[in-house]
């Protein structure tokens, strides 16, 4: 079942227009959420990063937050998903041909849930190999990372080189060469006990995920630095990994070739830190509370 505009609907009739300029041009933004024992892990958050991504492209999001919570649950609850990934994805709608976003009165509103698949054990168990690619991250002046944007070949072409290499992940630099990020993750590193990891100021998405992971490391008494960093700063480090809401934290054995001398021990721990926050967030009552309901049990699963 998919949430389509104002309603769930069957996936056979949830169907968008060829002309939608999501479809022709890319013009649209997203979200993924991860569900835990049937709560979205920081709902609240990954709304907020939609609107500023919405205001960044100039597009009005048909629904106020609130309604949007709403219609995120009525989505899992409607496909019964209690472990979930989930798609947010707000187009400009359907419209004639041309860039004009006038041309596209309404914005097209879906969410996807998808059963959420566990990554191997070995991934975090022995770590993922990562190729720093030579597809550079888009230049934050001409379509800036932190707009979670539908247009994602920049990350596609960067995922191909990784495939080719066979590499899990693909790491960007940006245009100057300075250490950027993932295809669909942050990426960290530590250096002399210091975790680090580059600043949004490089050009980058602040991952949900990010911040978390700078919390719980500075909570642990660790010093984090955010900064601009080269490739050779990563071949050089202790430790490397990557993260985004589905993988949570992901330790890389291997990055170009170069193996990584440490057994990812800040990576479990943080990883460990991280799953205590989710723990603690689905057992509060007001991360479940979804408007219009007097609590979630009245979306029983
Ligand atoms: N960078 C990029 C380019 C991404 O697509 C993602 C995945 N949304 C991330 C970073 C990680 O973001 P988050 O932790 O919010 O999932």
Known sequence: MI???TGIVPKNKALIPVFDHGFLYGDGIYETMRAYKGVVF?????????????AMISLKIPKAPGEIKQAVYETIKANGHMEAVIRLTVSRGAGPIGLD?????????????GEFRKYPVRH??????IAIVNTRRNFRGALDPR???LNFLNGILAKIEA?????????MLDYRGYLAEGSISNIFFVKDGTLCTPSVEVGILDGITRKIIIDCAKEAGIKVVEGRFRKEDVYNAEEVFISNTTMEVMPAAEVDEVKMPAQGEMARALHKAYKRKVAEYIRTPRHTH????????????
């Open 42 to 54: 920081r709902l609240e958050e990954h709304i907020e990063r939609l609107f500023r991504s919405a």
């Open 3 to 5: 949430y389509l505009n």
């Open 163 to 171: 495939k080719n290499r066979g590499a899990f992940e693909a790491v």
């Open 147 to 149: 707009i979670k944007s």
């Open 101 to 113: 976003p006038g041309l596209c009165p309404v914005p097209t509103f879906v969410i996807i849930s």
């Open 124 to 129: 975090y168990r022995n770590g993922v190999k």
């Open 290 to 301: 979804i408007p219009g309901t007097s609590s979630l049990k009245d979306l029983s699963f």
